[in-house]
């Protein structure tokens, strides 16, 4: 934190930021520095950082800048309930596809958001990036393979989704993140 300090004092850098600390490790870092975002996974279907980081963030204005907003491409709605991973491909490690009750209950809740996907006239990426961006102090990465995609993900910020609607998507994605045991990691390596 001195050496970033010294770094934003200089004008080197406008902002310090962090990845993967726990609400703990933040409070140990700020008694050093101001932090101005975290980077953790976050997703409608992974959601970890809603117990202690977020209201963290929140209490102390930390912008909350997520990855993994798809969930490794789940939230496209593409990969269906027989999708096998090419060999070498890390999302196979991946718990919301490797293990069989959690890639079912994904199954469940892609049926699920698929109406309302519809009804929003968007993709199911676009619906659940507007979920997400939708949540306090968060902003998304989203990786794109081309550039139609990084487009298509650039429109999710046109999808308008009222109290209702976002209580309903986050209830949806409940029926993955629920059942989930309280690992931060959402990759077994």
Known sequence: MNALNKLK???????????NFSSEQMAEAAQYGQID??????????????????PY??????????????????????FGPDHKFAEGDHRAKNRLFY???????????????????????????????AWLIAQPQTNAIVGARNAEQATANA????????????????????????????RPVMWDF
Do not use: H
């Not at 429109?155 to 989704?161: E, I, N, Q, T």
């Open 155 to 182: 429109k999710a910020a046109d999808v308008k989704l009222s109290q209702d609607e976002l209580a309903e998507i986050d209830g949806i994605g409940r029926i993955v993140t629920d059942p989930l045991d309280d």
């Open 99 to 129: 293990i069989k009750e959690n890639y079912e209950r994904v199954q469940t809740a892609l049926e699920k958001l698929r109406p309302i996907a519809e009804a929003k006239q968007c993709t199911m990426a676009q619906l659940a990036i």
């Open 9 to 19: 004092e200089q004008g080197k850098i406008r902002a310090i930021g962090i990845s």
């Open 57 to 78: 963030c929140i209490e102390n204005n930390i912008s909350i800048i997520a990855y993994s907003s798809l969930a490794q491409g789940l939230l496209t709605g593409k």
């Open 37 to 54: 975002s975290l980077q953790p996974p976050y997703s409608l279907f992974w959601r970890k950082i809603e117990k202690a980081e977020m």
